[in-house]
T-cell receptor
């Protein structure tokens, strides 16, 4: 089965600084990778995905993610963090089960951006 | 317009009761999902329906029974509720069973079993 790991429970960043939220994956075959964000008391919102093509994927709200095959990583990045980016971030991988697919999520990383 | 909606938003009930959560999507998607998020925020898929057909059924107690009356709706019925069922339940939808375009999530239903 496919899996992703998010090694950090929490990441703290000062506003205006660059941020990185880490994700590594373990898949057989080509990986289909996703990042989602969950704001307090809200559902998950899709940020970006990697299926194929350029290793640098641009997404919503100024976020981007870098796919690195040799390091089996898909880290989420933003050049300049905002306080409003504070939320819970989930990395996910598409796991094909016969005719259907499901998303397998990481354990989440809480991003805290302070002034 | 709300893309994926769930009712109720909060549900507090006693152990042993039976309850239902409803989900509707107006995105025209053909695939819908139920996820459970526990107190540690761990998110795990429970069920998936494609065109009203059950295509994913994870290891979930048979007290949980999903029902999809049409492509736009996926309801979750839970019998004989237990304390461990307390969690936030998220509905999601996607176009295609592959989910390659990403899934759209509802706001969640916080279930508390007393």
């Amino acid at each position: 089965a496919q899996s992703v790991a998010q090694p950090e429970d929490q990441v703290n960043v000062a506003e205006g600084n660059p941020l990185t939220v880490k994700c590594t994956y373990s898949v057989s075959g080509n990986p289909y990778l996703f990042w989602y964000v969950q704001y307090p008391n809200r559902g998950l919102q899709f940020l970006l995905k990697y299926i194929t093509g350029d290793n640098l994927v641009k997404g919503s709200y100024g976020f981007e993610a870098e796919f690195n095959k040799s390091q089996t990583s898909f880290h989420l990045k933003k050049p300049s963090a905002l306080v409003s980016d504070s939320a819970l971030y989930f990395c996910a991988v598409r796991d094909d089960t016969g005719t259907a697919s499901k998303l397998t999520f990481g354990t989440g990383t809480r991003l805290q951006v302070t002034l | 317009d709300t893309a994926v909606s769930q009712t109720p938003k909060y549900l507090v009930t006693q152990m042993g009761n039976d309850k239902s959560i409803k989900c509707e999507q107006n995105l025209g998607h053909d695939t819908m999902y139920w996820y459970k998020q526990d107190s540690k925020k761990f998110l795990k898929i429970m069920f998936s329906y494609n065109n009203k057909e059950l295509i994913i059924n994870e290891t979930v107690p048979n007290r949980f029974s999903p029902k999809s009356p049409d492509k736009a709706h996926l309801n979750l019925h839970i019998n004989s509720l237990e304390l461990g069922d307390s969690a936030v339940y998220f509905c999601a939808s996607s176009q295609g069973a592959s989910g390659g375009a990403g899934q759209f999530f509802g706001p969640g239903t916080r279930l508390t079993v007393l």
